[in-house]
């Protein structure tokens, strides 16, 4: 299907600007969560014209995806258009009213417009709060949730040490870890959210957290 992508055009290819390697680009894919790129180097080329690039790009994914039995859901289907603009010397995303369009996908035969977000929305994939727009404020809120649902359900079950033991390093532990080689959360962030984890949920396992080096187990 990607060789089919890219031999259509379709994707992003550019230099890496660590490994100074070329590199097309068509997709990120894991299991079924697939994000879907496509730009264009052409400084002559609108706005309007690369939506219609993306389009038949669109089409043509879900054209290969039906052929191999499978589907797009477009209630889970959103897309993001990053460009720039400047304003008063400064450069930033353009906004939806800046460059109107859509883009639509069928499901079953019937056309389904999808959601256009702004830059700085962001969408939660694999776990991590996504968007073009590099901030990581929705993805502290959505770690300080998560955590706070759980300390929340520790304080009103009851559950033993053991199992209080296991549940903490085996779902919450890997839920702050698992988005953590994707994100860049601030340092003080960071620590806001352990200290709900470590002060608040480490006593109903039987543990006391002293310092930085001393787990006391009771």
Wanted: charged residues 20%; proline residues 5%; glycine residues 4%.
């Amino acid at each position: 299907m990607i060789d089919c992508m890219k031999a259509e055009g379709y994707g992003y290819a550019d230099v890496s600007a660590i490994s100074q390697h070329a590199m097309n680009l068509v997709c990120f894919a894991f299991a079924d969560d697939t994000n879907l790129v496509h730009s264009t180097f052409d400084p002559s080329l609108t706005s309007a014209e690369l939506f219609n690039e993306a389009q038949a790009a669109l089409l043509t994914w879900e054209s290969l995806l039906s052929a191999t039995g499978g589907a797009l859901k477009p209630p889970k289907s959103y897309w993001h258009y990053l460009d720039y603009s400047c304003v008063r010397g400064v450069w930033k995303p353009k906004r939806v009213q800046d460059a109107p369009g859509e883009l639509i996908l069928h499901n079953k035969g019937t056309p389904y417009t999808i959601q256009w977000l702004e830059a700085h929305e962001a969408r939660e994939a694999l776990g991590t709060m996504s968007r073009p727009y590099c901030s990581m404020e929705d993805q502290v809120e959505a770690m300080q949730a998560k955590v706070a649902k759980w300390v929340d359900g520790i304080r009103t079950k009851r559950i033993n040490a053991t199992n209080a033991w296991h549940c903490l390093n085996s779902t919450t532990l890997k839920t702050l870890e698992c988005p953590l080689m994707a994100t860049t959360p601030m340092q003080e962030d960071s620590g806001a959210i352990m200290y709900k984890y470590k002060y608040k949920t480490l006593p109903s396992s039987a543990c006391q957290w002293i310092d930085q080096s001393v787990l006391l187990l009771y």
